[in-house]
């Protein structure tokens, strides 16, 4: 039975029906998240590889802190967004600074990025979120940071290939 298990895993091909392709963790793991998040939980989506943590900490900080370490490494910085429809918030830039407008309050906001056929998205969620509720056990005063990687080939995040 084990060796049928570790013939089946070494002859699969990299992607498999769900769950993080080798690379995709690779590029999840190519330098660390923000405060250097040794506790970071991952997650495995159908299309994406995924990471999220909490910790107290801005929008500005951890999207200007992304948006350092992809330009680093190669990564296409492709905008900024903000947004909390039923308040009718919509934000969106190529520059961080373009999200000052939208408070930070309830708003949850992020940015994407783009080398070769991989797409890299961070997601800002503020302290007090019902999504941060949840993950964090109710603190109120912590964020939470969800990373995700794709593999997904052509265009652009968000986008639809050509």
Not at 72 to 88: F, I, R
Not at 148 to 155: L, R
């Amino acid at each position: 039975m084990v060796l049928g298990y570790l013939w089946v895993a070494w002859f699969l091909p990299e992607r498999t029906v769900i769950g993080c392709s080798r690379g995709e963790r690779a590029v999840l793991e190519e330098f660390p998240h923000y405060g250097d998040q040794q506790q970071v939980r991952t997650h495995s989506a159908e299309v994406s590889c995924i990471a999220s943590y909490t910790l107290r900490v801005t929008r500005s900080e951890v999207l200007s802190y992304y948006d350092e370490r992809l330009r680093e490494n190669g990564w296409e910085v492709g905008g900024y967004w903000a947004g909390n429809p039923p308040q009718g918030i919509e934000v969106f830039g190529e520059e961080l600074s373009e999200l000052e407008e939208a408070p930070e309050e309830g708003v949850r906001s992020g940015l994407e990025a783009r080398r070769d056929d991989y797409s890299y998205a961070v997601e800002y969620y503020p302290p007090g979120s019902p999504a941060v509720s949840a993950e964090a056990g109710g603190s109120e005063d912590e964020a939470m940071i969800v990373v995700s990687v794709t593999d997904a080939p052509g265009g652009q995040p968000g986008k639809k290939p050509m």
